[in-house]
């Protein structure tokens, strides 16, 4: 038989949470560390990240490990009280984790992010992140939060469908949320995989309640409640005064946690009941160990519900404390408490929302003390039974990696809102990059030298954005370039023709149809002279580009042919182009076949076709070519010689000097739609010097932790 631990060891789950505070003070916390203990019991490996600060003050520890779980804060855990510098906090923390999330990478067909957040624009942004990173998510979702009045129209839109598109899982607490989240992704289309976890329990700290008995008559009967939602506060206070009323002696402690500042309206509220301080005690965080002590002291263990969307979709972790202490619960008959607890048998069931049947049940305690104690065993061997942490470990590591696996299967045929996602994330990020290295002064002194030197700019492009391209254009105007022809370039690299200061050369590779539209109109109506290089065989042919219909995703070859569909403009509509006089046209090869792939025979073929069907085509000499894809090897030189070319075009990013060899003639790259800070950074020549070395690092690093993962 293969244990859990050895059939998924190679999955890691890193869980992300904030606002909260770990690993003290919350049911957040209690949750989180449960579901880790359970996976880690599977052999895999579980971890914390913490974004932000803590608002807890007793959490101290920046880093640690807490019932096993390796836990980080994104920042310090202090929260500061101005706040500006709150505002410098949770930027920093956001940043972190974004470089925490990237150094993830590479490791993310075997890594699951679970997300405890479920409000707030984090909750989206790390959906998107993780989309874009290819890193797949378990949504947690212990309440329902669109079911408060009070939820913000982002948290209603959030619930709707935004953050069950960025997940690959949804880990629920009820019934009922279970089902809205599968009706939102039957609605929608959506393959999330749903699993119900109720509120788990390590009961070990509480087992020792099983040896209780009956509480000593003699001593004044306490009641006890824990939790922070002041609206449940003040019902249990007014629950409990009734009790009081009806002629009872008893007394009520709440623990508040780590939320002591909500003490002084409770204290308020209290006295305005009619309720003295005598008559109740506030206690703030305690340990585990002593809040086990302080349950099996109490008479009864509260637990108020409403009768509300809140009450109906959760599950409050409290509850299993408290049922696994083995003191009698009074709670409320609603939401899935229904089908855990039964009334007078294992738990005191009120009508929700009711305070005189809340009081009722706790009176039902006072007046029969020894059936309560028989009652709070009942509900602990529930609590064992149903609610121990243990028994979950093998479906929780199933559920992790089938999210992982289906993922995985995904990312094979990536969708193109994928592919929108991972370019807009990566505009940002360089567009921002770009903007730092503008504001550095590097491209005004890289453009400075351009203008004051007789070397040439040239500039390359694919198929840009019309926007984009008519920036870059009026751009360089502003900026005093001169825009020069091939022709002139030919007799400037043959040394026939001295570059004026500034001279500048633009170029197209593989002839889009887009370019039709996108860059014609804008070239003639500027006056500036560009090069479009083109591959004869497919332009005659199909017009489709091989590369862009390799994976097999999307139509098939023959489908889209059927259609009339084109990647390429066609043979009329060059013909028609090159009549301009703005546009020259050169050779790309006849296939676009990369040139160091072919032998001699081939690659005069490549060469020397292209240019004969072109000049056929266009009744003119065509004495330029570009390299596909940017390689050579230098055998090309001695054929185009031979055809009767003049110049060729690299991808080497460089300007053209008086020295440059003619068939190895250097270009800079300007993407298709990218930030126009980074096409500036990019046509000065200042962009690959700086990002090419962060890049060679991160490919070495890659190599080594793919290495030694």
Known sequence: MVSSASRFPEYQVVCICGGHGFPHGTATAARITLI???????????????????????????????EGIPFQYTTTTR????????????????????LRLVRLWPFRRSTVIYLYLMEGPLVLYVGLLSRCLGIPIVQELCEWLPGDPCSNRFTNWLHKKAMFQSAAGALVISKAIEKRVRERCTTYGLDVRVLRIPALIDPAPFLSASQCTDLDTSVISEFLYCGTWTNDIFFVIRAFQLVRLSGYQ????????????????????????????????????????????????????????????????????????????GRPIVTSEIGDCVDLLTDNVNAYMAKPGDERSFADKMIAVLDQPARATEIGA?????????????????????????????KRNALNFPSLFHLRLSMILRNLLCGLFASLIVISGRTRTAKKNALNSHAVTSIYFHNPNKRLFTKCVRWLKRQGYVFISIRQLIDIVHGRLLPPKGAVWL?????????????????????????????????????????????GSGPSRNDLIKTGVRDAMTVSELKEIAKYPEVGIGSHTVNHVITVNLDDAELCYEIGESKRQLEAWLGSP????????????????????KCGYEIAATTVAAR???????????????????????????????WRPVIDPPKRFLRRWRVLSNAFH
């Open 656 to 686: 053209i000097l008086n020295t440059s060899y003619q068939f190895e003639i250097p270009r800079f790259h300007v993407g298709d739609n990218i930030p126009f800070s980074e096409a500036v950074c990019n046509m000065v020549g200042v």
């Open 250 to 325: 008893c007394r009520l402690r709440l623990l508040v946690g780590a939320n002591d500042g909500i003490i002084p309206s409770i204290i308020e509220y209290a006295a305005a009941q009619g309720i003295s301080s005598q008559d109740f005690t506030l206690m703030g965080y305690v340990d585990v160990s002593a809040l086990g002590a302080l349950y099996r002291s109490a008479i009864a263990l509260l637990m108020p519900l409403r009768n509300d969307d809140r009450s109906v979709t959760r599950l409050p972790n409290k509850m299993s404390e408290y049922l696994a202490s």
């Open 507 to 551: 170029s197209f590779d593989d002839g889009f149809k887009e370019l039709l539209t996108s860059v014609v109109p804008v070239v003639r109506q500027e006056k500036v002279s560009v090069t479009i290089f083109v591959s004869p065989g497919i332009i005659a042919e199909d017009g489709l580009f091989p590369w862009l219909h390799r994976d």
């Open 622 to 641: 065509v004495t330029s070519f570009a390299y596909p894809v940017g390689q050579f090897d230098g055998r090309e030189g001695k054929i185009l010689s």
């Open 36 to 66: 880790g203990r359970a996976l880690q019991q599977a052999g895999v490996p579980f971890r914390l990240l913490h974004c932000g600060p803590s608002p807890i003050a007793v959490n101290t520890d920046r880093t640690g490990t807490h």
């Open 378 to 406: 009942a509900g602990q061997r529930i609590c064992l039974s149903h609610l121990d942490f243990r028994p979950y470990s093998g479906v929780l590591s199933s559920f992790f990696s089938d999210c992982i696996n289906g």
């Open 79 to 98: 929260r500061p009280s101005n706040k500006f510098l709150r505002f410098l906090v949770y930027l920093w923390a956001v940043a972190e984790l974004t």
